[in-house]
């Protein structure tokens, strides 16, 4: 299969701020309080939307109660005025006195807005599916590392969320270490921080909640690698996963699939996992945006190249990742910002695969090393923009300063047609 040509050019900084001030609205309030009865209007001290199914017709919405049994959403098209009520399941967070509920959402209609509530005494909130192909500009962030170990009011991941939503991303992709809880039960107030910031922070300019999508990280287990889901217990009742299980594939329609990967932290690298990515990438070569998204990275950015975690990676996934036609693999881990060159057969290669990241939304970055494979990188706090159109599709590095410091751009091989 004839594979993406990767084209990158020097931004122009002055346009690109340009044209990204423009994009960044005046935000208003998220929640809007039902006809008030006496009693003030429910608000869970946690909101947030993620998917197990297809985003363009689903959405699964995931809250908090402190004891709360009643599993209902209430929702409706914000153009209509019927209400539709969906019923969800409930179960104790660990080490906690909260409630997690989770009600997902089907049946719905193709890039539209919605509303939803608990009751009709709870505060409102909003999303929008996601569209049915990319005729309509397709945009979203991806990061991770999001919230620095030491620091308890996680400024950093406020400051770097606050520019991330001012974008109108459609959603976000985590690539781990979230909060830094370590799945220890003393660290539970670190994702209550988390999931308080990203309902306050991750809000669109028009007021609808941003959904994102996670992929574990050593910070989410105790013990960090080589550990079973129970030693990761924050992330397994936090996030609604498909199968309970922390890799996973999400097709959005047939024009955009993202491969969320366990880099040994809860299933091993090797073996069952690898079997299972072979097969979903082999039944996606058509799909023309196809990521991988998981946390330590196998073209490491700080870390020594020959670390065991990176080296298992490249002789189990990287060849999947280029005989299977993988545009972009999200990498973190390494808190800098990095982009290689395209790589195939380990060389730099036009018609390779290129790797993004390395995880420094929040956390205080190190100092990148010098390897053959980087073509950029940076000591920054960052986040990546991702904009798909059409067949085309952009990549904008985004410093804590709201300044675009990288760019890449990339169009996706005849061989996969846009539906
Ligand atoms: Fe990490």
């Known amino acids: 299969m004839s594979r993406v040509k990767a084209t990158v050019s020097k931004v122009n900084l002055i346009t690109i701020l340009g044209a990204c001030l423009a994009l960044s609205c005046a935000r208003v309030g998220v929640a809007k309080a039902a006809p008030g009865k006496g009693a003030a209007p429910f608000d869970p001290p946690a909101v947030y939307l993620t998917w197990l199914h297809d985003p363009t017709t689903t959405m699964t919405i995931q809250w908090h109660s402190n004891g709360g049994r009643d599993d209902d959403v209430q929702y409706q098209r914000l ?15 660990p080490h906690s006195d909260r409630i997690v509920h989770v009600a997902e959402l089907t049946g719905l209609k193709r890039g539209t807005d919605y509303r939803f509530r608990f009751s009709e005494n709870s505060v409102e909130f909003k999303f929008r599916t996601m569209p049915r192909n990319t005729k309509e500009r397709i945009r979203f962030v991806v990061g991770g590392d999001t919230m620095d170990p030491l620091d308890m009011l996680d400024e950093s991941f406020e400051e ?221 706090q960052h986040f990546i923009l991702v904009t798909i159109n059409g067949q085309n599709r952009s990549f904008l590095a985004i410093d804590s300063e709201g300044q675009i410091f990288d760019q890449v751009n990339q169009s996706a091989s005849y061989a996969k047609t846009p539906q």
């Open 79 to 93: 153009d209509k005025r019927v209400w539709h009520t969906a019923n969800g399941s409930h179960h104790p967070m």
């Open 160 to 380: 770097t969320s606050r520019l991330a939503a001012k974008q109108d991303p459609m959603f976000a992709v985590i690539g781990g270490d979230i909060a830094y809880a370590n799945g220890n039960p003393g660290l539970v107030g670190r994702w209550y921080n988390w999931l308080a910031t990203w309902k306050k922070l991750m809000v669109t300019s028009d007021g609808r909640l941003i959904p994102f999508v996670v992929a574990i990280g050593n910070h989410e287990v105790q013990g960090g690698f080589n550990q079973t889901p129970e030693k990761a217990p924050y992330f397994y009742s936090l996030f609604a996963l498909p199968n309970k299980r922390s890799y996973r594939v999400l097709d959005f329609g047939r024009y955009l699939s993202l491969v969320l990967l366990d880099s040994g932290h809860t299933h091993p690298i090797d073996s069952e996992q690898t079997d299972w990515l072979r097969q979903r990438l082999g039944g996606r070569q058509d799909v023309p945006h196809l990521f991988a998204v998981y946390h330590v990275p196998a073209y490491p950015s700080v870390r020594q190249f020959d670390n065991g975690v990176s080296a298992k990676i490249r002789e189990h996934w990287v060849p999947l990742f280029e005989q299977f036609g993988v545009d972009v693999a999200f990498e973190h881990h390494d808190h800098v910002y990095k982009r290689t060159h395209p790589i195939r057969a380990e060389k730099i290669d036009p018609g390779g695969v290129l790797y993004l990241g390395d995880g420094a939304w929040g956390v205080i970055p190190r100092k990148p090393r010098d390897r053959w494979y980087l073509a950029k990188e940076a000591s920054k």
